[in-house]
T-cell receptor, first 109, second 112 residues
Framework: GQNIDQPTEMTATEGAIVQINCTYQ??????LFWYQQHAGEAPTFLSY??LDGLEEKGRFSSFLSRSKGYSYLLLKELQMKDSASYLC??????????WGAGTKLIIKP | IAGITQAPTSQILAAGRRMTLRCTQD?????MYWYRQDLGLGLRLIHY???????GKGEVPDGYSVSRANTDDFPLTLASAVPSQTSVYFC???????????FGEGSRLTVL
């Protein structure tokens, strides 16, 4: 079966760095997405990786290793507004998105 | 402001009643989706439409139906609601080659 694994919850300190991991087993691979979802709101797009390596976008970076079925989202200089759930999703060979359950990130002052 | 509009935002519904969740986008995206989100689970695809006039079943289609008469509208109908359909429903669309999804604000549905 297809599976996306990410930690349920993480806690970090304001100003620090946090890495959220995502491992996947899917039938085929056509890209990996990270979305941010604040409580009670809709998910919003953060990043897209289709080739191995690191994609940097401001304070956020996303890494992909297709051979290992692994990605991480790196958040630097954490701010209180970064408290949210972070969703990992993989597009499979049928171009359907398979979603992880999300990682709830709690930022403490 | 371009985007996706869902209605209603929230609804409490008696079991057995029929309910339609509305979704309208003004981005001229071809593909549209309906997801449900439940605590502890990832987003689950109910139905999708790759272009106006076509629809397809997702991971959890039972008890739901959709139509896509035009590019902009993609309503989701629960023919006879059951308590297990209590959830937050998100409509989404995508239009470019990356497949980035744009989500509506969600419709919180409670079936009693």
């Amino acid at each position: 079966g297809q599976n996306i694994d990410q930690p349920t919850e993480m806690t970090a300190t304001e100003g620090a760095i946090v890495q959220i991991n995502c491992t996947y087993q899917t039938s085929g691979f056509n890209g990996l997405f990270w979305y941010q979802q604040h409580a009670g709101e809709a998910p919003t797009f953060l990043s897209y990786n289709v080739l191995d390596g690191l994609e940097e976008k401001g304070r956020f970076s996303s890494f992909l290793s297709r051979s290992k079925g692994y990605s991480y989202l790196l958040l630097k200089e954490l701010q209180m507004k970064d408290s949210a759930s972070y969703l990992c999703a993989v597009r499979d060979s049928n171009y359907q998105l398979i979603w992880g359950a999300g990682t709830k990130l709690i930022i403490k002052p | 402001i371009a985007g996706i509009t869902q209605a209603p935002t929230s609804q409490i519904l008696a079991a057995g009643r029929r309910m339609t969740l509305r979704c309208t986008q003004d981005m001229r995206h071809n593909a549209m989706y309906w997801y449900r989100q439940d605590l502890g689970l990832g987003l689950r695809l109910i139905h999708y439409s790759n272009t106006a006039g076509t629809t397809g079943k997702g991971e959890v289609p039972d008890g739901y139906s959709v139509s896509r008469a035009n590019t902009d509208d993609f309503p989701l109908t629960l023919a006879s609601a059951v308590p297990s359909q209590t959830s937050v429903y998100f409509c989404a669309s995508s239009g470019d080659y990356t497949g980035e999804l744009f989500f509506g604000e969600g419709s919180r549905l409670t079936v009693l």
